[in-house]
Structures are given as structure tokens and as C-alpha cells.
């Protein structure tokens, strides 16, 4: 296997860990630009899994040693990324977080034998398409957080008429698709099918176009900054059209942008793993250090537990047998008790409603 070591300004690695660890681990997201709350999340949960798996004393006697990738949701940076782990000799990457850089990165994994289990990557092509068997996610898809949101938007909104938008990106216009997809399915006509370009911070022509159409229901098919500046021009407009959206509103980020803007806000998101008795200790340890629990770190503590107890199984890193050890296995993780499909899909409960509130997002009551 070929060994391509691509470095750059725009790359960034974060040694974290024991300076002599016997294994190198990784996990890469967006841990700067306008979605780096979430590269925030998984870094606290690789963290805090490197540091109590080695407390316990490692994987089969060897201590764990964490390296951090910044891929800025980029995909050309998300690649660079790749080859640089399989320059540093990693052998397992707990990443990567937006779809539009796992699917890429997942190339350069398949071709450099690492695995890779996505915490958040959520657009089916990501295992739909694997380019490789080490290819896993212990995230949900988005057909399926799609069928929840569509046919919650025919039986909760009937009344009302419903516009579907996202920002062209893999995960975005995938979800948006899928939840349009399944609102049509369940006998619902959208209104309005639209794209807006990501980044932006007017999205008042948008918002305009939405009042003058009378919408009442806004489907954001994208991130936490976009949806979060909608939300609050579409009340500076006086509208009171309800939010939807999906699990990229997950970080306390999204009512820092709204503000009282975001009361109401609906999304969708898997059960809450923080709310698991058996995560406790993480959640616990997490917060004493200052560090978020929140959106997908503990998706990452799982993604490695998961690769960790393969390992073990295995009784070696060697890739085919971790391989068909996390094919075989079951894992107790935080998030539960989990396993994979022949795709590399995760065994485990669905999507629900969550409903911002008070600055703060639970379970959705009704």
C-alpha cells in the first residue's frame, strides 16, 4: 500500500495522548471554520476515549495515541487529511464529521487499509458506495432521519404550506431530498424546492420570497449558521413560521445565533446519549473538564469503544481481522449495545424530534 504524506497550510494536526503510545488513532472534522463547534464535540469525545481506554490500560496492552485533523468540512482539505494519517502510520480514524469529506476520505482509507467509523457522516452514498469493508458509521442515515421528518411534517403541519431549501452540499441537499422525498410520499405538496448558497449572512431575499409565499414550515436542509440567521430574519420580518431541520443543530451554537429567534426550532436528532445511565461517567468527566458532551461526542467515545473491543476481539490492529471483528461483534458502547450491517450501518434506534427551547434543545412534547 502506498504511503502519501500531503502537508499544507490548511492542514492542521493535533497530537494529543502518551508520546511513546504503541497504536496511532485519529479523528478529523471541521476543527476551525463556521462549523468547528462540531469538530469541538468529536475532539472531546476521541479525547476522553484515548484517556480512559488507556487508563484501563489500553487496547491489548498498548497504550492509544491520538491524532487530530482539521478538514474544515472541506473535501479537497479532507483528503489531505487522509493522506497524512497514512503518512503518520494511523491505523483507525473516528471521523470524518460533514458527508461531503467522509465519502472522499474514505477512498484514501479503502486504499491505505485504515478503517474508518463516521460519528456523524449521514448521506447514504457514504456506505451505500463504500469504496472499501472498513468503511462504518455509528450515526443514522439520512433517508432515514428523512422518512421521521417527512412524515412528521404531513401529520403535525396539514394546514400549513411547507418549503424545502438546503445549501448544495452532500449533507444538506441529501437530507433535504429525503425529507421532501418522504412528505411527498405521505400525500404532503411542497411549495417551494430551493437552494442558498452556505456561508452567507443575508438571507433576507430568501426570507422575503418565503413571507410573500405564505409559507408557515421552513425545512433547512444544511448547518447551524445558515438555519440559525434564517430563523432570526424570517422574525425580523414578523413571521411566525416553525424551523425544521436536522441533526447539524445539535450545538448550543445555533441559539447563540438566534437568540429568542430560536424558541420553537424543530429538529431531528437519534435518541440522546447523554440521557444513557451507562454514559454517565463520560458525561461526568466531560463536563468537569470544561468540555462538551453535547451532539456527536459522544458519538466519537463510541466510534472508538466500537474499533477498541474489534481490536481486542481481533487480538491485533491487522485491518481484515478488525474488519470482520466489527462485522461480527456486538459492542457495548455509550450509546448503547451496537453493531453493524453488511453496508457498515449501525444496529440502532432511529431518529426523533427535539424542539429548541429556553436556549436549550430536549425531546419534542406533544
Given at each position: 500500500m502506498k504511503k502519501t504524506l500531503l502537508a499544507g497550510a490548511a492542514l492542521s494536526l493535533v497530537m494529543t495522548g502518551s508520546a511513546w503510545a504503541d497504536i496511532t488513532i485519529a479523528t478529523a472534522g471541521p476543527m476551525t471554520g463556521q462549523y468547528a463547534s462540531f469538530?469541538?464535540?468529536?475532539?472531546?469525545?476521541?479525547?476522553?476515549?484515548?484517556?480512559?481506554?488507556?487508563?484501563?490500560?489500553?487496547?491489548?496492552?498498548?497504550?492509544?495515541?491520538?491524532?487530530?485533523g482539521d478538514d474544515a468540512c472541506d473535501p479537497k482539505q479532507a483528503v489531505a487529511v487522509a493522506n497524512q494519517f497514512a503518512g503518520s502510520g494511523v491505523s483507525f480514524v473516528a471521523g470524518h464529521f460533514c458527508s461531503g469529506s467522509s465519502i472522499p476520505a474514505s477512498n484514501v482509507y479503502a486504499e491505505e487499509g485504515i478503517i474508518q467509523i463516521s460519528p456523524a457522516s449521514t448521506n447514504p452514498k457514504f456506505t451505500d458506495e463504500r469504496p472499501g469493508e472498513g468503511i462504518f458509521r455509528v450515526c443514522?442515515?439520512?433517508?432515514?432521519?428523512?422518512?421521521?421528518?417527512?412524515?412528521?411534517?404531513?401529520?403535525?403541519?396539514?394546514?400549513?404550506?411547507?418549503?424545502?431549501?438546503?445549501?448544495?452540499?452532500?449533507?444538506?441537499?441529501?437530507?433535504?431530498?429525503a425529507t421532501m422525498a418522504a412528505y411527498e410520499a405521505a400525500g404532503g405538496k411542497p411549495a417551494m424546492y430551493e437552494a442558498y448558497t452556505a456561508g452567507e449572512k443575508d438571507y433576507t431575499a430568501l426570507v422575503s420570497k418565503l413571507k410573500q409565499e405564505g409559507i408557515g414550515v421552513l425545512y433547512v436542509g444544511g448547518y447551524h449558521t445558515e438555519a440559525g440567521l434564517m430563523a432570526r430574519q424570517m422574525r425580523e420580518q414578523g413571521m411566525d413560521t416553525v424551523l425544521v431541520s436536522g441533526d447539524a443543530l445539535v450545538t448550543d451554537e445555533y441559539w447563540a445565533i438566534t437568540g429568542e429567534a430560536g424558541e420553537g426550532t424543530l429538529m431531528t436528532?437519534?435518541?440522546?446519549?447523554?440521557?444513557?445511565?451507562?454514559?454517565?461517567?463520560?458525561?461526568?468527566?466531560?463536563?468537569?473538564?470544561?468540555?462538551?458532551?453535547?451532539?456527536y461526542a459522544l458519538y466519537t467515545y463510541a466510534a472508538i469503544q466500537a474499533w477498541a473491543q474489534a481490536v481486542e476481539a481481533a487480538g491485533s490492529t491487522d485491518y481484515d481481522a478488525v474488519v470482520d471483528a466489527l462485522n461480527e461483534g456486538t459492542f457495548e458502547t455509550v450509546l448503547g449495545e451496537l453493531s453493524f450491517d453488511e453496508k457498515g450501518d449501525v444496529t440502532l434506534p432511529g431518529y426523533v424530534f427535539y424542539e429548541w427551547k429556553d436556549g436549550q434543545y430536549d425531546y419534542l412534547v406533544q
Open positions: 469538530g469541538a464535540q468529536m475532539k472531546a469525545g476521541a479525547e476522553q476515549a484515548v484517556a480512559d481506554i488507556n487508563a484501563a490500560g489500553g487496547v491489548n496492552g498498548e497504550m492509544l495515541k491520538l491524532e487530530v443514522g442515515r439520512d433517508d432515514q432521519q428523512g422518512a421521521v421528518a417527512g412524515e412528521f411534517l404531513v401529520e403535525n403541519f396539514p394546514d400549513k404550506k411547507v418549503a424545502f431549501v438546503h445549501d448544495k452540499t452532500a449533507y444538506g441537499k441529501g437530507l433535504a431530498d436528532f437519534s435518541p440522546d446519549p447523554r440521557k444513557n445511565e451507562i454514559a454517565k461517567p463520560v458525561v461526568d468527566a466531560l463536563l468537569a473538564a470544561g468540555k462538551t458532551a453535547e451532539g
